[in-house]
């Protein structure tokens, strides 16, 4: 098994750029996915694969991967972007899925 | 679509399962995935089911406290626990992790006595 590290919570204010990283042995060898929670809502997923976005996500989401580490940037954020963030991936043994601790984004 | 069952509130020591029906795919050709988030907290994955003969495979931490199971009649897939305790209160999820297939909306499972 492995873990997926998340910074806790970031910020940034309307239309700027938010960038959300995740941390883990397992990203080495498998691409993160990336999962948007709303209050009350279940996760939905916005970003996968080396770069591919599920159809109706903005294309203001993009991610990117260099080694141990993967990241999910928002160009432009906007108020509905305002949510949890978490990181997914197969673990280092490929049987087994493991999530990031999350993090919260806000948008001033 | 991933339709789950309605929410429980249970004492703990009892048995419980929940559901989640699948339509609109081959319920057979995708492993199904559940996944736990407590009040307040990250997302835990719990384990996953191939739906043709219910093999699991369970986060270390769950084994042996759920069992994931599936009914191919039904393309329905399962989570029992046989002794609930307090600290199973959480929001169960199904889900098909290796693909962009929406999730369930998600079983609010509540124990306390």
């Known amino acids: 098994s492995s873990e997926l590290t998340q910074d806790p919570a970031v910020s940034a204010a309307l239309g700027q750029t938010v960038r959300i990283t995740c941390q883990g042995d397992s990203l080495r060898s498998s691409y993160p996915r990336w999962y948007q929670q709303r209050p009350g809502q279940a996760p939905t997923l916005v970003f996968y694969d080396k770069n591919k976005r599920p159809s109706g996500i903005p294309d203001r989401f993009s991610g990117s991967t260099s080694g141990d580490t993967a990241s999910l940037t928002i160009t432009g954020a906007q108020a509905e972007d305002e949510a949890d963030y978490y990181c997914n991936s197969r673990d280092t043994s490929g049987d087994h899925w493991v999530f990031g601790g999350g993090t919260k984004v806000t948008v001033l | 679509q991933l339709v789950q069952s309605g929410a429980e509130v249970k004492k703990p020591g009892e048995s419980l399962r929940i559901s989640c029906q699948s339509s609109g795919y081959r319920f057979t050709s995708y492993w199904i995935n559940w996944v736990r988030q407590r009040p307040g907290k990250g997302l835990e994955w719990i384990g996953k089911v191939d739906p043709n003969d219910s093999y699991a495979r369970y986060n270390p931490s769950f084994q042996g406290h759920v069992i994931i199971s599936t009914d191919k009649s039904t393309s329905t897939a399962y989570l029992r626990w046989r002794r609930l305790n307090a600290s199973d209160t959480a929001i169960y999820y199904c889900?098909?992790?290796?693909?962009?297939?929406?999730w369930g909306q998600g079983t609010l499972v509540s124990v306390s006595s």
């Open positions: 889900a098909r992790l290796d693909s962009t297939w929406p």
